[in-house]
């Protein structure tokens, strides 16, 4: 399933990361990496952009970013 697909309030592990380097060293360096437990906390109105948190961190990905995030519920 990819991150983009969950819905708001679901817990999931991210299980792969399929970026290219910097964009995975941009998720690295939030704490989004392989094995982390993340939450969805909302979405845009447009669903463009989700909130997610990691670690008591929040950030913002588009949704593009999202999708290439896989993640076990």
């Known amino acids: 399933m990819k991150l983009n697909e969950l819905k ?3 817990l999931a592990t991210v ?3 399929n970026a ?3 964009l995975k060293n ?3 360096s939030f704490g989004l ?3 982390a437990i993340i939450s969805i906390d909302g979405h845009s109105l447009a669903k463009k952009t989700m909130e997610i948190c990691i670690n008591k961190t929040h950030i ?3 949704a593009s970013e999202a999708e290439k995030i896989e993640v076990t519920v």
């Open 8 to 10: 708001k309030g679901q």
């Open 15 to 17: 299980s792969e990361i």
């Open 20 to 22: 290219n380097r910097e």
């Open 26 to 28: 941009r998720f690295n």
């Open 33 to 35: 990496v392989k094995g």
């Open 60 to 62: 913002a990905l588009r």
